[in-house]
């Protein structure tokens, strides 16, 4: 089954404490992105990648970090969470102009 | 950057229609529209490319007018399994994707 596989589901931390989410899809899609999700502001992209070795910023960058060292996985990385990251976040990948495939997201809480 | 959508939310009752709207100040080369229940990921409905075309998926249509930088999805005789949030996107450049804020839809008895 076609599918972008994320993880946690649930991430609860605390301020400065590093954390990674996971995103693997496997639809050999060369394209794949993060956005993140707050009340009355949609969706909005943190970063996207092309292809593996290949990322660039999309509209919300500052305090994430990813990397796509192999075309299936792209993490996203936050080195020293704070408050205002606490988000709903979503993973997904397509294949060039066609539509997005999401993950099922991970609803992240910093205290 | 983002598009804007209108209404910000509606109340229909089943068997109602319902026009959202998505507008963008920068040239649109093609638009996509998602639903999304709550809780859930965004579940992709249609993608309009240039040229102005309609699209449709069962009782739920839209349109595309690039001279106008607009996109209009529409929703007719609604059931109450259209209730969620809708929202427009497009790839300005491609690789950036920007989104509306959305559209909130609820479908009562």
């Known amino acids: 089954e076609a599918q972008v596989t994320q993880n946690p589901r649930y991430l609860i931390t605390v301020t400065g404490k590093k954390l990674t989410v996971t995103c693997s899809q496997n639809?050999?899609?060369?394209?794949m992105s993060w956005y993140r999700q707050d009340p009355g502001l949609g969706l909005r992209q943190i970063y996207y990648?092309?292809?593996?070795?290949?990322?660039d910023k999309g509209d919300v960058p500052e305090g994430y970090k990813v990397s796509r060292k192999e075309k299936r996985n792209f993490p996203l990385i936050l080195e020293s969470p704070s408050p205002n990251q606490t988000s709903l976040y979503f993973c997904?990948?397509?294949?060039?102009?066609?539509?997005?495939?999401f993950g099922s997201g991970t609803q992240l809480s910093v205290l | 950057q983002q598009p804007v959508q209108s209404p910000q939310a509606v109340i229909l009752r089943e068997g109602e229609d319902a026009v959202i709207n998505c507008s963008s100040s920068?040239?649109?080369?093609?638009v996509h529209w998602y639903r999304q229940k709550h809780g859930e990921a965004p579940v992709f409905l249609m993608i309009?490319?240039?040229?102005?075309e309609q699209k449709g998926h069962e009782k739920i249509s839209a349109s595309f007018n690039e001279k106008k930088q607009q996109s209009s999805l529409y929703l007719t005789a609604s059931q109450l399994s259209y209730s969620g949030t809708y929202f427009c996107g497009t790839p300005y450049n491609f690789n950036k994707f920007y989104f509306g804020s959305g559209t909130k839809l609820n479908v009562k008895p």
């Open positions: 309009l490319l240039k040229g102005g």
């Open positions: 639809m050999n899609h060369e394209y």
């Open positions: 997904a990948s397509r294949r060039g102009g066609e539509k997005l495939f």
């Open positions: 990648s092309m292809n593996v070795e290949v990322t």
């Open positions: 920068k040239a649109l080369y093609s």
